[in-house]
């Protein structure tokens, strides 16, 4: 038996029966799937170690980075991607790599959109073809292939072109846009409002918008492709339009060689971040924390960011708005100085639409107000934790978190954190905390005028926090034996603060004569800006005089070997952000803690005991039995 939808074509095009992969569950290409492979390496995802390739993969979203849509992008250069995505909702970061491989490689797959009720009836199909926006689906395969057969020879429904797709849109262009689409300021301007066009098509967007700035994710190089995308753009003269700022590249762009990396990745990486110089894009930024430099956005002011952190920093800490704009849109978005006018720059967009209540446990965890958060030198490690959390169980709502208002020790290096973990399970672009966050001084604001009574209020639990620790503690601990070795020490993702560094360099001092052990390595990535102020002010000596080295331009998400052996032991972080990519990046064991923590495994060489505030009673009642305790 099977079944017909009609549905909402992103991107045109025909599949022919396939087997189908469903899974309710949004998956980050950056970091869940292997270019190379089309394995999923997301640890924590139900497809971990699934194949993609040759397959229909029916998902309701993307989620975590902007730079999947360069792992979709490379996956259909080396021939290896799905054979279409169905989605139960668009999804601009995937659709962007096809966009991209269409428009300048002339290779496609088509994207479907079909909505809640109709993904659902997916669940229990095996098997799929898609013509347009026709979505065939069920468990025989040969009926399928029947059905499709007289789809075609009918010829009622075909695949609509880009062309048709964006003439049948609401978007509405002035005459200046429509200029830079017909390619009379130049062939690299209208490649790029193509790609803004067809972006702002899939947002059903109205119109597009003028921006102030931009941050372009695109410069971490996963592939071939990023670099012809950036360098076909150098060669049709494109030129920013508005300030640029770049995110970390793949290397340290002035140590590569001293650090011993491969000149297979050290000179492709090194090319891409100067393709993007060429385009006029700052030469003094390279860092995944744009929000930490002079040039960060203020209030309302309508910017086009790449970087999941720095997006959802930007919108809920700033108050400034942005979409999270997928890999090349970044660029596209810098060129034309133009987006789509949709999502978050939306004042109905970014209001709350589930509360998340934390207040138990942040009671919990962190005492009263008046019981400061670092009292115990491993709090910090709780603000990524609970960002993990919000970021899953927000799925694709902005939410309002409630249980923090009252605290006035709640830093902006614990919403960075808070805002990394955040990013890297959410599907939005954004979240509110009750008290802390610049929309949302009382419940009304963050709801748009409604009380929170009229939205879905989810509990925040142990059981959450449990589920959180086992996922960024993934790395084995075994009970009565001695703690797992630890070979490297990996902190600043996203880059370090000029606080932390000042917060670092004061463990460092008060560890005296005590170093990082010699057979470890402790490793700190922060941009250069913050790294010649930290140096200025004395933590950079403090810092290397305990033994901390340091890495610039890049971040701990792009580095592999040889800074990151990929055999010998585990590595511990107190990144959230990191320690959920990590296992997929770099396949070794991973262990989460705190900063405190982190400084104990260098001198030690060994993993540290869990986080004191997860040695709380009701904790251990409810993993006592688990082999992390």
């Given amino acids: ?152 020879s009918a010829a009622k429904t075909i695949p609509s072109s880009a062309d048709v797709l964006i003439k049948n849109s609401p978007l509405t262009l002035t005459k200046e846009e429509q200029n830079d689409l017909d390619g009379i300021n130049g062939k690299a301007v209208a490649v790029a409002m193509r790609i803004v066009v067809r972006s702002g098509v899939i947002d059903q967007a109205p119109s597009l918008l003028e921006i102030t700035q931009a941050h372009i994710d695109g410069c971490t190089y996963i592939g071939p492709g990023g670099l012809q995308f950036a360098e076909k753009l150098v060669e049709l003269g494109g030129q920013v339009k508005v300030p640029t700022t770049l995110n970390s590249n793949s290397v340290d762009r002035k140590r590569w060689k001293a650090l011993g990396v491969s000149s297979d990745l050290g000179e492709p990486a090194y090319a891409l971040g100067n393709a993007y110089l060429k385009m006029g894009c700052s030469d003094t930024s390279f860092t995944c924390a744009p929000y930490l430099l002079k040039t960060k956005p203020t209030f309302g002011e309508h910017i086009g960011w790449g970087e999941s952190n720095a997006v959802v920093f930007s919108n809920s800490v700033l108050g400034a708005r942005t979409q999270k704009y997928a890999d090349y849109l970044d660029i596209a978005a810098a060129i034309t100085g133009r987006v789509p006018l949709a999502g978050s720059h939306l004042d109905s967009e970014r209001v709350a639409t589930v509360v998340l209540d934390a207040t138990e446990l942040v009671h919990t965890i962190l005492g009263d107000e008046n019981n400061a958060i670092g009292h115990d030198g491993d709090k910090d490690a709780f603000f990524p934790m609970l960002g993990y959390i919000c970021g899953l169980k927000s799925e694709s709502n902005v939410p309002l978190l409630i249980g923090l208002e009252k605290r006035n020790d709640v830093t902006e290096d614990h919403l960075k954190a808070f805002c990394a973990a955040f990013g890297s399970t959410a599907s939005v672009p954004m979240f509110h905390m009750l008290g802390q966050t610049p929309e949302a001084p009382n419940i009304s604001t963050a709801c748009g005028g409604e009380d929170m009574i009229m939205h879905t209020t989810i509990d925040i639990t142990m059981k959450d926090l449990n589920n959180a620790w086992k996922c960024l503690d993934s790395g084995e601990r075994i009970n009565n034996q001695e703690p797992p070795a630890i070979q490297l020490v990996a902190i600043g993702n996203p880059h370090l603060s000029l606080n932390e560094c000042k917060e670092v360099a004061a463990l460092c001092v008060e560890a005296g004569d005590v170093q990082v052990k010699n057979d470890v390595s402790m490793i700190a990535t922060l941009g250069r800006d913050i790294y010649n102020q930290a140096d200025e002010l004395g933590y950079v000596n403090q810092m290397e005089r305990f033994g901390i080295t340091f890495i610039n331009d890049t971040c701990w998400c792009m580095l592999t070997e040889p800074v990151v052996p990929v055999n010998g032991a585990a590595l511990i972080t107190n990144s959230g952000k990191y320690a959920h990519y990590a296992p997929g990046l770099v396949g070794k064991q991973v262990h989460f803690h705190g900063l405190k923590g982190c400084m104990e495994a260098a001198k030690t060489g060994r993993v540290p005991t869990m986080p004191s505030f997860l040695l709380y009673r009701g904790f251990k009642t409810l993993v006592g039995g688990m082999r992390r305790l």
Wanted: with cysteine; glycine share 8%.
């Fill in 1 to 152: 038996m099977s079944s017909m939808l009609n549905n909402n074509e992103l991107v045109g095009g025909t599949a022919s029966t396939s087997k189908l992969l469903y899974t309710d569950i949004g998956i980050s290409f950056w970091g869940g799937v292997d270019p190379l492979t089309s394995i999923v390496t997301d640890h924590t995802h139900p497809l971990f170690n699934q194949k993609l390739s040759n397959h229909i993969l029916a998902l309701p979203n993307g989620r975590g980075s902007c730079t999947g849509s360069q792992v979709v992008l490379e996956l259909l250069l080396n021939g290896i991607a799905p054979r279409a995505f169905i989605l139960k909702q668009p999804d601009a970061i995937l659709s962007l790599g096809v966009i991209v491989a269409e428009e300048l490689f002339n290779i496609s797959i088509p994207i479907v959109c079909v909505g809640d009720k109709r993904f659902k009836q997916l669940s229990s199909s095996s098997h799929a073809a898609i013509v347009g926006s026709t979505v065939i689906h069920g468990t025989s395969s040969a009926q399928i292939q029947t059905e499709l057969d007289a789809v075609l």
